[in-house]
């Protein structure tokens, strides 16, 4: 699975910069385009975890987009290498750039879709295979269970360090068809072994009451997919804002950060506090609250949710500094000249961004995969794919809007009011909190009894209380 990451993530994580810089994208273009491939590839874990689990198994299903995702790698590595497939590059000192044709945007898009349909093979199996390994009917597994995702997402953060440093200013620095073809080798040598080849069919009547417990998801489904919309610009309007950013490391230094590395800091605000609060953290709350995982699984969500609010109000705050900066130095009309604020501005949002994924993104997926049937796991984890999925799409449909409507994110993002869109999320947000504790608060867990079947047999762990 991590070295999956180090394919996957180190394709995406700078992808904004090679639509602008590259094909020509404005930046709001490139912003939608990026939210609604970040959507699709959510959403097809759904259609991988019912394959999965209702008809060939995880491991053919994992070895299936493990096919398709390297060959999408590859073919974004072929049309940063072959000029033709890429318009001409902006002629010095002038804003008209050639667009994109037809065809090289039909070269990028073929590239998306085998991607997306290769997460949807990949994402939702993985981890409910890494899960299924613990016996939750001995009671020493089911204690290290509770660890199991908190070190699987660790896992998964080391793996993003290195993609948004190393291959980030292999992209920025050597160059694109380098930087995108390390990933995609790295993808290609991935293997995966193991799993249970042969699905378990289940009853109508034990599918019907599976069905039940699923359903009863949606409201806490529902109040994450905002959150992710807001995370949305992480990878687009902020990569953008530290473009044009002094991105010099210390003042008398050379060298560069490039903007797409600035996530590392949100990877090693996880890497410091997925241990803390794993060895300390929980043991602490367990003796609080008498809760075998210290929080219960709601409890650390809302928490997620009221540090994500946070994050937009530093966001926010972050763009007045740098607009005025910007116009204190007359560039506001100079969207390509740097601006004298160091791009260590933008530190708090990210490492924010760090915190509410040890809260809310964990949770989700212990949440999802705790209360999902037990033969609807991978579902579980598509569940949480799904989340992210939707607010990509939130995303794009907002950033259209505002974009019709607003002069906040125009092409010259110095002259834009992202300040005033980040204003917005964060009341959204605000909103969004209140009708999870609503929601939250009628929640009933589900209660892990024996329930027999029509023909005598034993079924565990889905009735609900």
Known sequence: EATEKLGAIGLQVNLVTYLVQQLHFKPADASNTLTTFGGTAAFTPFVGAIIADAYVGRYWVVLLGSILFTL???????????????????AAKSSLCERSTVGQLGF????????????????????AFGADQFNEE??????????????????????????????VWIQDNVGWAVGFGLPAVLMALSRRSGGDVDPWKVSSVHSVEELKLLLRLLPIL?????????WAQQGTFWVQQGRTMDRRLVASSSFEIPPGSMTAFTTLALLVLIPVYDKLGIPVLRRITGHPRGLTSLQRMAIGLVVSILV?????????????????AGLLDSPDRTIPISIFWLLPQYVLIGVTELFLSIGQIEFFYDQSPESMRSMATAVFWMVIGGGNYCSTAMVSAVHARTNWVPDNINRGRLDLFYWMLAGILTVN?????????????????????ENGKVLKKVEQT
């Open 433 to 453: 909190l209140g009708v999870y504790l609503v929601v939250a608060r009628w929640y009933r867990y589900k209660r892990w009894n024996d329930v027999p079947e």
């Open 312 to 328: 937009m109000v530093a966001a926010a705050a972050t763009e007045v500094k740098r607009r005025s900066a910007a116009a204190a």
């Open 108 to 127: 990028l898009y073929l590239s998306f879709v085998l991607q997306a349909a290769g997460s949807g093979g990949i994402r939702p199996c993985v981890a």
């Open 222 to 230: 529902c109040t994450g997919v905002l959150v992710f919309t807001a």
């Open 72 to 90: 999408g790698s590859f073919v974004l590595t072929i049309q940063a290498l072959v000029p033709s497939l890429r318009p001409d590059q902006c």
């Open 138 to 167: 001995d009671p020493k597994q089911r204690t290290q269970i509770l660890h199991f995702f908190n070190w699987y997402y660790f896992t998964l953060q080391l793996a993003t360090l290195i993609t948004s440093t190393v291959f």
